[in-house]
């Protein structure tokens, strides 16, 4: 959601033009802050800015992005096994460019069927790997016995090369011949697909082949209601977060129609979160749509996510909880920037809005990255500002 300024909208940021009342409501009624949810050293994924938010200092319990998504899908990692992120991609100029790192948001149903051809072509009991199907361009590789076969490997994420010559990007390190040589072979399968074949006739990018990164083995990560003494809910329409989930013992709450990208059913998301706060001490919603924007590209796209998940999300349950007459809190941020600029993401602080019982109002009006500067509270690093949310009084 957050981002730098842009010449397009006379130096502003999609957060300073997106019609935000709620989140502006938030502010100004409450406080806004910055927090910084990146550990030094570490990559601002989603993987480890969520695990920030959620209060868990990455750098001590993070082993990689896949294998939380792994638990997501229900799989189990051996102690010695590595999962990693499988993404169904579209490769151009023979093989040579990252058209597409999710294959123009390939279905389920279709990427189901091209992971299948997969683990038919590439995979028997010779074989130490196995591919899962997961949601849409994003699936699952898992090396049995990995862990020793690798050593100082690098992958870059597809969402950071778009439109980019892949040949300096290939893996690197011990283990990744092989890694590699599972791309490369992918190539040969996918390219004449019945569902490839069927995708050009429609006018849509091939997913030609697939790109593995995001690396690691089984993490070990303290329950959240061991932690902080509050039982909790996750709802997103991605594996990465239900995996987070999983590991910290939070019920992963399914939405029908929820996509991760501006299709996503916001209105389910809404009510499934009031509906889980009748189970639950917290419920985490995340919006995945803003982040695909940026990685897109695509300025419209981002504004409007931005303005629907105010206008269907934070609006809706505010306007619920509002009406119980029951006190509560909540927080809207986003987990780090992703920049139209350079479609990826980027370390640095995010600005955050803070709402509710206990929260007495500082002079900030709007929800946008004036927040940085003018913010009255700060956390850095983010993972202070759980504790913060859950436990301090003003």
């Not at 957060?15 to 949810?37: I, Q, Y």
Request: charge should be negative.
């Amino acid at each position: 959601m957050s981002d730098h300024p842009i010449a397009e909208l006379d130096g502003k940021t999609p957060l300073m033009v997106a019609h935000t009342p709620n989140m502006d409501r938030m502010v100004r009624e409450g406080v806004g802050g910055w927090s910084r949810n990146t550990p030094a050293g570490l990559y601002p994924g989603s993987d480890v800015t969520n695990l920030a938010i959620l209060g868990y200092e990455a750098a001590r319990s993070y082993t990689g992005r896949s294998p939380l998504e792994a638990a997501a899908m229900g799989i189990e990692l051996g102690s010695n096994d590595m999962a990693f992120r499988c993404n169904l991609v579209t490769l151009g100029n023979e093989h040579q460019v990252m058209d597409s790192f999710n294959a123009d948001h390939i279905s389920s149903e279709e990427a189901a069927l091209l992971i299948d051809s997969l683990n038919q072509h590439l995979v028997d009991h010779q074989t130490p790997f196995r591919f899962f199907a997961g949601v849409g361009y994003r699936h699952i590789l898992i090396w049995n016995d990995g862990a020793s076969s690798v050593d100082h490997l690098s992958c870059t994420p597809p969402h950071d090369i778009s439109g980019q010559s892949i040949g300096p990007y290939w893996p690197v390190g011990t283990g990744s011949d092989r890694i590699t040589q599972l791309m490369r072979d992918s190539w040969s399968i996918l390219a004449d697909h019945p569902v490839n074949q069927q995708r050009r006739q429609q006018g849509l990018a091939p997913a030609n082949s697939i790109w593995l990164w995001g690396h690691g083995g089984k993490p070990q990560l303290q329950p959240f209601h061991e932690r902080y003494g509050k039982s909790g809910g996750m709802i997103s329409a991605v594996d990465l977060l239900r995996g987070i989930a999983a590991h910290i013992g939070f019920e992963s709450i399914r939405v029908p129609g929820a996509t991760g990208w501006i299709d996503t059913n916001y209105a389910g998301k809404a009510s499934a979160c009031l509906d889980g706060l009748q189970r639950h001490d917290l419920i985490f919603v995340h919006v995945e749509a803003p982040d695909e924007a940026g990685h897109a590209g695509r300025l419209d796209y981002k504004i409007q996510a931005i303005a629907d998940l105010d206008r269907h999300i934070v609006g809706p349950v505010l306007s619920a909880l509002d009406h119980t007459g029951q006190p509560f809190r909540a927080l809207a941020l986003p987990d780090h920037i992703t920049l139209l600029r350079t479609k990826t993401h980027e370390s640095g602080p995010v600005p955050f809005a803070l709402y509710g019982a206990g929260i007495l109002p500082d002079a900030n009006q709007c929800y946008d990255e004036r927040l940085l500067t003018t913010g009255s509270l700060s956390f850095d690093p983010g993972h202070k500002l759980m504790s913060w949310f859950l436990n301090s009084r003003q």
